[in-house]
């Protein structure tokens, strides 16, 4: 039986050049970047100073800015965690979405157990921030505001020019986790007016357990403290060897993923467009979140009379999402979606393709035909 992959926004696979890129780093040349005693060693804290350039320039950013991390969670946690600490002097409330990820969520819950005032700032049924309540909510006391540019569930994009006018506004920090944007949407940091943002390599065709924390460094610099302590690497904001394959995977693929988005958002967008309207011409589905602002690979797709649970039993074949990969085991219905307005029954009735750069036009029309000849009896 043929498998179809339509779960990009959880993981993807390693692009074929990164793999080639990282693999001699891991026998060959091997060495600690932080080992200063030898050649080999300052040889390798120099490529890792270069990769770092490079990020940077694709990033449009400075490159002090640019911390390796092992995920876009520990950079969320160091970046929340960090601004709560260091700018207690301002303020101590945080202004994120309701529609963020559960990484943002848990950790201003940690950090409200800490004395953080948290406000949430609802969606319109679209999923697009209420832009009225969020200037109604921040004020001079808000040290960040955290909103994520793509979102992993819906695919839905937010305004974060507008959202970093209004926080900057008030002096507040701009936190952004751009985890699902690089590779399906042009992104330029500075155009956006981001001070903080998170990547997470995996999500981009490049390997697990490599992320970026940028945080600006000037106009005006944002502080950031450390999670970890121990070693001094990454400015002593990242202690613990770095993790040189990776990096240097991340790098490529962040090169490809940006060369290349023209020409994969062409061909994402056609075809999740087919996939859309073949399914809704039958009748069967009704698309949640924005239609206009959406990730090009994205299809939040509510399927009338049956749940996402009995819709993945009937069609093993397809690799699908009810909702984002960490919080597919819980069994409520999706965060996002309810805070769209969709009821329960609605909600545990949508399903998530996420579309990637190897799937096929082949692929889309056997799954709809799949789905035709199961549904439509
Ligand atoms: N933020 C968003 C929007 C995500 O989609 C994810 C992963 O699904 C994360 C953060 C966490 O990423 P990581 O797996 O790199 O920790």
């Given at each position: 039986m043929d498998t179809y992959y339509f779960d990009h ?262 075809l999740?467009?087919?996939l ?39 069609f093993p074949q397809l690799a699908l ?32 393709f996420?579309l990637g750069?190897t799937n096929t036009?082949e692929e889309i029309i056997s799954t709809i035909?799949l789905i ?6």
């Open positions: 926004n959880a993981t993807t696979p390693v692009h074929e050049e990164v793999l080639k890129e990282m693999l001699p780093y891991f026998n060959q040349t091997f060495y600690n970047a932080s080992s200063s005693s030898h050649l080999l060693g300052i040889r390798m804290g120099k490529k890792i100073e270069d990769v770092r350039k490079n990020i940077a320039n694709l990033l449009s950013v400075e490159s002090s800015g640019i911390t390796f991390t092992s995920s876009a969670t520990e950079s969320l946690n160091t970046a929340l965690i960090s601004i709560f600490n260091l700018y207690k002097t301002k303020g101590n409330h945080i202004v994120a979405c309701t529609t963020e990820h559960k990484v943002v969520l848990d950790t201003l819950a940690y950090l409200k157990t800490l004395g953080a005032l948290v406000t949430l700032i609802p969606v319109q049924h679209d999923g697009i921030i209420d832009l009225t309540e969020l200037k109604k909510a921040v004020n001079n006391s808000t040290i960040a505001v955290c909103v994520m540019l793509a979102n992993n569930e819906t695919g839905v994009i937010q305004p974060i020019n507008e959202i970093a006018e209004i926080a900057h506004h008030s002096n507040a920090i701009m936190v952004c986790d751009t985890t699902q944007a690089y590779g399906k949407m042009h992104v330029d940091l500075n155009e956006l007016n981001i001070d903080v943002a998170v990547l997470s390599a995996h999500k981009f065709y490049g390997p697990k357990g490599a992320g970026i924390l940028y945080a600006r460094k000037k106009n005006p610099r944002v502080t950031l403290s450390p999670l970890l302590h121990g070693g001094l690497q990454d400015n002593a904001l990242r202690s613990g060897t770095q993790n040189v394959p990776a990096i240097i995977g991340m790098n490529k693929a962040l090169e490809i993923a940006i060369q290349n988005i023209w020409e994969n958002t062409t061909q994402l967008s056609k999740r467009i087919y859309e309207q073949q399914l809704e011409a039958l009748n069967l589905i009704k698309i949640n979140g924005s239609t206009k602002y959406r990730l090009c690979n994205t299809s939040n797709l509510q399927f009338s009379n049956l749940t996402s649970n009995k819709f993945i039993q009937s999402a009810t909702g984002s990969a960490c919080t597919s085991i819980l069994p409520e219905p999706s965060h996002v979606l309810k805070a769209m307005g969709l009821s329960d029954l609605e909600a545990k009735s949508s399903i998530r996420s750069i036009m035909n035709k000849n199961k549904l439509i009896a």
